[in-house]
């Protein structure tokens, strides 16, 4: 048995012991969302058309200029983004709403180009649309 090293433990949790660290800690995030993998994420709806393909995320508190959109392949959406608290820490009486960096990779269940895709953030919503790659096939009437 490594002695010092038990003894250089002591000694990390006695300083911690005196600390507020845990209560430091806990003031930012609560127990049960340590674990929770919707906190650091977002919901989303998709819908179709005969036309488009129509993405609603919610991002309440986040901003445009910390907002990354990104195909990481033809069907697969990269959202990134950081939600900003409304108040300073030092207001906070109670808090529910996570805050900090959500992340997402949505699954596409068609094919997107880049350079298609139309994007709106309007009152904590983001709008993504492109257009669905449907196939036509021509009717010959000489058959």
């Known amino acids: 048995?490594?002695?010092?090293?038990?003894?250089?433990?002591?000694e990390?949790?006695?300083?911690?012991?005196?600390?507020d660290f845990w209560t430091n800690v806990l003031k930012y995030k609560?127990?049960?969302?340590?674990?929770?993998?919707?906190?650091?994420?977002?919901?989303?709806?998709?819908?179709?058309?005969?036309e488009y393909n129509f993405i609603i995320?919610?991002?309440?508190?986040?901003?445009?200029?910390?907002l990354t959109i990104r195909l990481l392949s033809k069907t697969q959406l990269l959202i990134k983004g950081t939600i900003t608290p409304v108040f300073?820490?030092?207001?906070?009486?109670l808090r529910e709403r996570y805050y900090g960096e959500i992340e997402r990779i949505i699954q596409l269940p068609e094919?997107?180009?880049t350079h298609l895709l139309q994007i709106?953030?309007?009152?904590?919503?983001l709008h993504i649309s492109y257009p669905r790659q449907v196939e036509t096939v021509a009717f010959n009437k000489g058959l």
């Not at 990390?12 to 600390?19: A, D, H, P, R, V």
């Not at 300073?88 to 009486?93: S, Y």
């Not at 709106?120 to 919503?125: A, D, I, K």
């Open 1 to 10: 048995m490594d002695f010092e090293k038990i003894r250089k433990w002591l």
């Open 12 to 19: 990390i949790t006695n300083e911690y012991k005196q600390s």
């Open 30 to 50: 609560a127990p049960e969302h340590f674990f929770d993998s919707e906190a650091s994420t977002f919901v989303y709806d998709f819908y179709q058309d005969e």
């Open 57 to 66: 995320v919610e991002m309440p508190g986040v901003y445009e200029e910390e």
């Open 88 to 93: 300073p820490a030092e207001m906070e009486v």
């Open 111 to 113: 094919a997107a180009e």
């Open 120 to 125: 709106q953030l309007l009152n904590g919503l």
